[in-house]
């Protein structure tokens, strides 16, 4: 990152860069399995998930005072024996990749989440993204499994893997 970015909770301010930043992927890329765009209003109650507080966060990255990028975690199923595992999300800029970015939102991230009562993070790779892949694998997660064709877009069926992660 450069001497200009820094790392923050995101705010509703930031929602219509967040949903910004993911339509490019949503109509570009298997990595997410959403069909169709998103506008801010739209995506408010994926937001209204996260809060300053607790296991379910939402970080953004800004370069002089952009949005480029964001992750969280959120609940991984709805069961109450779920509750101390989460699901992460991070999505950065496409031109803005490459410039560590993920590694510190993640890094940034997992330091506001140290206090909490979370056993396991979990990361949902849609594949092949080897790149995703090795990012998770740098900050300490490992492939737990591997599932066949489980979502179907831009005409082809993608297999997914899962990562975990100790936490802290």
């Not at 910004?20 to 959403?34: A, K, L, P, R, W």
């Not at 031109?95 to 590694?103: A, D, L, N, S, V």
């Amino acid at each position: 990152m450069s001497s200009t970015s820094r790392v923050r909770l995101a705010d509703v301010g930031d929602l219509a860069a967040i949903v910004g930043i993911y339509n490019h992927y949503v109509t570009t890329s298997h990595c997410t399995f959403d069909l169709d765009p998103f506008t801010p209003e739209t995506r408010r109650p994926w937001f209204d998930q996260f809060s300053a507080t607790g296991r379910h966060r939402l970080v953004v990255a800004s370069d002089a005072g952009i949005v480029v990028g964001y992750a969280g975690t959120m609940s991984y199923r709805a069961k109450r024996a779920y509750e101390t595992t989460v699901e992460a999300t991070c999505y950065v800029h496409a031109e803005h990749w490459g410039k560590g970015i993920g590694g510190s939102m993640y890094r940034e991230l997992f330091t506001m989440l140290a206090g909490e009562d979370i056993h396991r993070v979990l990361a949902g790779i849609s594949v092949p993204h080897p790149a995703s892949v090795a990012f998770h694998e740098r900050l300490g997660f490992r492939q737990v499994a591997h599932y066949t064709e489980q979502g179907r877009k831009f005409g082809r069926y993608w297999d997914t893997v899962w990562l975990e992660r100790e936490f802290p």
